[in-house]
């Protein structure tokens, strides 16, 4: 049975790493611009306005990852709503546990950082930084596997 990194096809997880890094700095930008065009749409209700900002940054940002992945990652080839669906199971347990983890990891970073009003930042990089392995398996293994066909007398081939 082949190792994990002799399934990864050369230049796969290089390309997943840059993509998320691209994503990264994208979902950023949006969020921010996201939140000034909610609250100052509605500037009595900032809280309200941040999370509205928040959930339309979320979809269009993995909407964006999404479509990297396919296009630059894993290069599929059709079935875009499946594939973007799939996407939303890979995605949706890592923002739960996220939203889970943050706070209790902040509150210990705070006590062991020499800044601790950086240690919401440095859970939230931690996360991330963590996330990034069970992403990439569940997006190489349920968005964007690829079918494949076994043929009599051998092993299952990639098509």
């Not at 998320?20 to 949006?30: P, S």
């Not at 909610?38 to 959930?55: D, G, K, M, N, Q």
């Not at 705070?110 to 996330?131: E, F, M």
């Not at 349920?142 to 098509?159: C, D, I, M, N, Y």
Request: glycine share 4%; hydrophobic share 55%; with cysteine.
């Amino acid at each position: 049975m082949p190792s994990l990194a002799q399934r990864i096809p050369k230049g796969e997880a290089l390309r997943f790493l840059i993509a998320g890094a691209g994503n990264t700095l994208f979902g950023i930008a949006d969020t921010f611009l996201f939140t000034w065009v909610c609250v100052h749409a509605r500037p009595a209700h900032a809280a309200i306005a941040t999370s509205v900002a928040l959930l339309l940054a979320t979809v269009v940002n993995i909407t964006v990852s999404f479509l990297s992945y396919k296009w630059f990652v894993f290069r599929t080839e059709g079935n875009y709503l499946r594939e973007y669906a799939r996407s939303w199971m890979v995605y949706v347990p890592s923002l739960l546990v996220s939203m889970v983890a943050v706070a209790p990891l902040a509150a210990v970073l705070a006590h062991w950082l020499p800044h601790p009003k950086l240690a919401p930042y440095a859970a939230q990089a931690c996360i991330v930084a963590v996330a990034v392995v069970p992403q990439f398996l569940g997006h190489k293994n349920l968005t964007f596997r690829k079918k494949t066909a076994v043929l009599p007398g051998r092993a299952s081939v990639e098509q």
